[in-house]
């Protein structure tokens, strides 16, 4: 059983939705990271969260370290937020568990 | 301020070969760590340096190895490459090891094994 489960595996919305991903992770961490990747490979982490609630732009992140659960949210979604979204949860000190992304097509 | 910079970007080798890549961590980072990511197992760990020192291995074959030099920069090499060590190697750097220290991500290097 793989420590970081996400959910859903692919999404498709249209412009302008709300999107919500899911994170479980079963282990303890140190922090846990939402990571975008786009085509072509390059990982930008979006947050880094140790508990509460953090918003850039459009995007939220929300963790709750009692239930092991994060969420992240995209608000008014936009055709360039398509990419997968990785949950990333960090071990000690460098080391990270990977979510099996969520791949989402945000339609015009 | 430069980011996480992985060369080369693209590779091909052929099975049996062996090949080295390199991951320069953002000025003043020294902490390094390695990723290999396929479509079938996603992204593993494979290791972690700090300061010139292998703190973690993920459980990978010992034809996996890394270092790390005084500057920080980390290389990693496989030996006798498999069609299956064909993946997307990334990078993270940060600046320590302590819980709140975040890590950048590199683009990452694209091995193909044929």
């Known amino acids: 059983k793989n420590e970081v489960e996400q959910s859903p595996q692919n999404l498709t919305a249209q412009e302008g939705e709300f999107i919500t991903i899911n994170c479980s992770y079963s282990?303890?961490?140190?922090?846990l990271h939402w990571l975008q990747q786009h085509p072509g490979g390059g990982i930008v982490s979006l947050f880094m969260l140790s508990s509460g609630k953090k918003k850039h732009g459009r995007l939220i992140a929300t963790i709750n370290i009692q239930e092991k659960h994060s969420s992240l949210h995209i608000t008014a979604s936009h055709p360039r937020d398509s990419a997968v979204y990785i949950c990333?949860?960090?071990?000690?000190?460098?080391?990270?568990?990977f979510g099996t992304g969520t791949s989402l097509t945000v339609i015009p | 301020k430069a980011g996480v910079t992985q060369t080369p970007r693209y590779l091909i080798k052929t099975r049996g070969q062996q090949v080295t890549l390199s991951c320069s961590p953002i000025?003043?980072?020294?902490?390094v760590s390695w990723y290999q990511q396929t479509p079938g197992q996603g992204l593993q760990f494979l290791f972690e340096y700090f300061s010139e020192t292998q703190r973690n291995k993920g459980n990978f074959p010992g034809r996996f190895s890394g270092r790390q030099f005084s500057n920080s920069r980390s290389e990693m090499n496989v030996s006798t490459l498999e069609l299956g060590d064909s993946a997307l190697y990334l990078c993270?750097?940060?600046w320590g090891q302590g819980v709140n220290t975040e890590a950048f991500f590199g683009q990452g290097t694209r091995l193909t094994v044929v």
């Open positions: 993270a750097s940060s």
């Open positions: 990333a949860v960090k071990r000690g000190s460098n080391q990270f568990y």
């Open positions: 000025s003043g980072h020294r902490s």
């Open positions: 282990v303890g961490i140190s922090a």
